[in-house]
């Protein structure tokens, strides 16, 4: 079997070995066995976010088909989950599988009424790969409501509970993607809100909220969020369908974040948030031996438009390299797209174009998002 037949970007050449574990016990099983052989292998959910060579991988793939909901009791309300949010009657505990589908299960969320996720409709992929890029769209990301996940640990080779804050999670990012907590994600669990009127949470992001035609920090009916998202995710591309410029993986770069100083420098009409917290005030009693610490200034961090910066290099919608099947989506820049018949060394050579041309003209380095096998960018 074919990388291209697993993936959503459809490149990429045969594997030795492909293993499909359709419940926990088969999960940990193969798991286990690959890395007391120490066996080159690829962990696979739905797909979305991997991108391979077409050269023939010498090893295993192991493809999570795990699947099952469920609402936990009562008393796993008391962890809180990275967004350090305050458990409330309202609250339920969600555990799911890793194989799961992360889009089904937003859908199956709204329909129950569950708030917390709703903006993260339309992306593709499994629910264990959700943590691992700490995924996130329209004012939503996973870590405000992850509770943690149940991991079958590399080094201890024992199924240990990891709670959310422990994963060190950040921008499209966490301890389980840099490879500083190294495992097999069994479950997620989530922490949801029961609306008994079927509201969203508030409204955080500019576009939907204009989609919408709300306020920022508005709630909305769950599906009119699940309805516009989906709507502005597909007039991007960004939503698995007959369309293709969905034949891709993705959003293919991160936002770059950058330090204050720098993103000065840039034009003005550069989108940018900033991601640095703002500082908090400390009353102290004003008497004579009161000592006021001194603290060190904090850098600030900037967040910019991966897409901006990609078309202000000159790179414009639909471009492709000579003789070549990738291309630049025709309706996102930020998207790279296989047009048929592309190869993975294709999508390569363009990514590594448009990060050299971001590069020299405006000096801010692209970082992939997608898993890269077999492949460098």
Not at 156 to 183: C, F, I, M, N, T
Request: glycine share 8%; hydrophobic share 40%.
């Amino acid at each position: 079997m074919r990388f291209a037949d697993a993936t959503t970007m459809r490149v990429g050449g045969e594997a030795d070995r492909w293993v499909d574990a359709s419940t926990r016990e088969e999960a940990v099983e193969a798991y286990l066995a690959l890395i007391a052989d120490d066996e080159p292998h690829v962990l696979l959910g739905g797909g979305s976010n991997t991108v391979a060579s077409d050269e023939p991988f010498e090893g295993t793939v192991l493809r999570m088909r795990t699947s099952g909901v469920e609402v936990l009791p009562a008393a796993a309300r008391r962890e809180r989950p990275a967004g350090d949010e305050e458990p409330d009657d309202a609250s339920i505990v969600v555990r799911v599988e890793a194989g799961e589908s992360w889009e089904a299960l937003v859908e199956r969320t709204v329909a129950e009424g569950w708030a917390g996720i709703e903006a993260l409709s339309g992306i593709p992929g499994s629910v264990g790969a959700a943590p691992i890029q700490n995924i996130g769209a329209y004012g939503q990301e996973l870590g405000a409501c992850l509770v943690g996940i149940d991991l079958l640990d590399a080094d201890s080779r024992e199924v240990r509970h990891v709670p959310a804050s422990q994963l060190r999670l950040g921008y499209r990012d966490s301890a389980l993607k840099r490879g500083d907590l190294q495992g097999l994600v069994l479950s997620v669990d989530l922490r949801l809100r029961r609306s008994a009127d079927a509201l969203s949470q508030p409204i955080a992001y500019g576009q939907l909220a204009q989609a919408l035609g709300v306020d920022l920090g508005r709630r909305v009916p769950l599906d009119a969020v699940r309805e516009t998202v989906l709507a502005l995710r597909s007039s991007k591309g960004m939503v698995l369908s007959d369309d293709p410029d969905s034949v891709s993986a993705g959003s293919f770069f991160t936002n770059p974040i950058v330090s204050g100083r720098f993103a000065a420098q840039l034009p003005e009409d550069a989108p940018r948030w900033s991601t640095t917290p703002e500082a908090t005030a400390t009353i102290v009693p004003l008497d004579a031996d009161t000592r006021i610490p001194v603290r060190e200034p904090v850098e600030s961090r900037v967040k910019l438009s991966a897409a901006w910066l990609i078309e202000r290099a000159g790179i414009r919608k639909g471009y492709a390299l000579p003789h070549s099947r990738a291309a630049i989506s025709s309706k996102h820049t930020l998207a790279i797209t296989n047009r048929g018949g592309a190869t993975g060394e294709q999508v390569a050579d363009l990514a590594r174009f448009v990060q050299t041309r971001v590069e020299s003209e405006l000096g801010v380095h692209l970082v992939p998002e997608p898993v890269l096998v077999s492949l460098e960018v």
